[in-house]
């Protein structure tokens, strides 16, 4: 089993940049699969990017492709969510998640995922 908090979110203006992360407990953070989701209000959560364990497998949603970064640390047992050129449109609570899996899964369905944490807001100004 592994805990998940994200930290980081916060407000910004349109075309600036954030970096989200996700601390995991446990010591067996390089065998999980990690992605970041986010639910803006009134909204259904829609996946935003995803990392395989040693990080070789990555895959974004179309609408955050070339402005956001996922990337992670197995040493640090943290994932990152780099954000820039922020949109309005990217204001939403962002959570990440996780799951136990082989070395180059990769997922975009939020079913597929074991762990959640409680969520980051980013709020981005127009």
């Known amino acids: 089993q592994v805990h998940v908090a994200e930290s980081g979110g916060g407000l910004v203006q349109a075309g600036g940049s954030l970096r989200l992360s996700c601390a995991a407990s446990?010591?067996?953070?390089?065998?999980?699969?990690m992605g970041w989701f986010r639910q803006a209000p009134g909204k259904e959560r829609e996946f935003v990017a995803t990392?395989?364990?040693?990080?070789?497998?990555?895959y974004y949603a179309d609408s955050v492709k070339g402005r956001f970064t996922i990337s992670r640390d197995n040493a640090k047992n943290t994932v990152y969510l780099q954000m820039s050129s922020l949109k309005p449109e990217d204001t939403a609570d962002y959570y990440c998640?996780?799951?136990?899996?082989?070395?180059?899964?990769?997922?975009?369905?939020?079913?597929?995922?074991?762990?959640w944490g409680q969520g980051t807001q980013v709020t981005v100004s127009s």
């Open positions: 998640a996780a799951v136990s899996a082989g070395n180059y899964y990769i997922s975009s369905r939020s079913a597929s995922y074991d762990y």
């Open positions: 446990g010591r067996t953070f390089n065998t999980y699969t």
């Open positions: 990392i395989s364990r040693s990080g070789s497998s990555i």
